[in-house]
């Protein structure tokens, strides 16, 4: 019974601390072999180099001045939509191209967002050499301005030309048909090419109103359309950021916490077993 309460009053807990304090040795070399092991990887890693462009959705005007407080909005919106284009394999593609390369590599990484509240777009672009971080960036916002203009252009009164011209063509066929008919009927004067003269007329007539109309649509939508938005580089990457510093500074300070956490148990441990010697003599 003796013997008993000897030993459980010799293996009462100890306090990390006092554990800490009586092995400081035994707790400080794992910090130290930890921490020397994230220098060593983030030193040996290979850097990401990120270059960064600002564009500026602009040339939006109105004839109307009272206009002037929605295109402003208008421009905001517009800088959401198009920041989002840069993700398309077609800007990707296009990107490509404007460096000499018939595809991205797998490492490099593009992206766009909005700079809140305004009409600008932070462009950046992740590479993995300073050079071509810099040269990807400017390229990129090359082919998303480019990008950008030539989905604008089919606006409401490109549409109506496109069929006004269709229209125009029809109706120029239309009356060589007619002066066909006529031909026909000073050889013939039946009665059968007098009826297809009346019916070439009516659809003559048919022809030319659709082709007028369609005229008509189209100065309308020219005059009251405003001009096509269209993405201007507002300032071109010069440089790059490297991630080693920062990704460095992340790297030791887990080996920190991991080579605390391995002294504070190697410590407890050792504690207790010179707890459990002690408890049996």
């Known amino acids: 019974m003796v013997a008993e309460k000897q030993r459980s009053a010799g293996t ?6 006092v554990a800490v304090r009586r092995n400081w040795i035994v707790a400080l070399l794992p910090v130290i072999l930890f921490v020397g092991i994230a220098v060593w990887l ?54 490509a191209r404007r460096v000499g390369e018939d595809a991205l590599r797998g490492s490099d990484q593009l992206s766009a967002t909005q700079i809140p509240e305004s009409p600008l777009i932070r462009l950046s672009v992740e590479s ?29 009164a490109d549409v109506i030309l496109a069929r006004y011209r269709r229209a125009e063509r029809d109706y120029r066929k239309q009356t060589e048909f007619n002066r066909r008919l006529a031909r026909r009927y000073d050889r013939d004067p039946s009665s059968k090419n007098e009826a297809a003269i009346d019916r070439a007329a009516v659809d003559s007539s048919s022809a030319r109103l659709r082709r007028n109309a369609l005229r008509q649509s189209y100065e309308a939508a020219v005059q009251g359309r405003t001009s096509p938005p269209s993405i201007e ?28 956490s391995a002294g504070v148990a190697l410590a407890l441990l050792r504690e207790y077993r010179k707890a459990r010697r002690r408890s049996y003599v």
């Open 12 to 17: 009462a807990p100890v306090g990390v601390l």
């Open 42 to 95: 983030g030193r040996e890693r290979a850097p990401r180099y990120t270059a960064t462009t600002h564009l500026t959705v602009s040339r939006i005007y109105v004839d109307n001045p009272a206009g002037v407080a929605g295109v402003i909005e208008a421009t905001r919106s517009l800088a959401s939509i198009y920041s989002r284009a840069v993700f398309s394999s077609r800007v990707r593609d296009d990107t």
């Open 128 to 156: 993995s050499s300073e050079g071509r971080a810099v040269a990807l960036a400017n390229a990129a916002s090359a082919a998303l301005g480019a990008y950008v203009k030539r989905h604008e252009r089919s606006d409401e």
């Open 233 to 260: 580089v507002f300032s071109r990457a010069t440089s790059a950021t490297s991630d080693r510093v920062e990704k460095l500074q992340v790297m030791v300070l887990l080996g920190l916490i991991a080579g605390i």
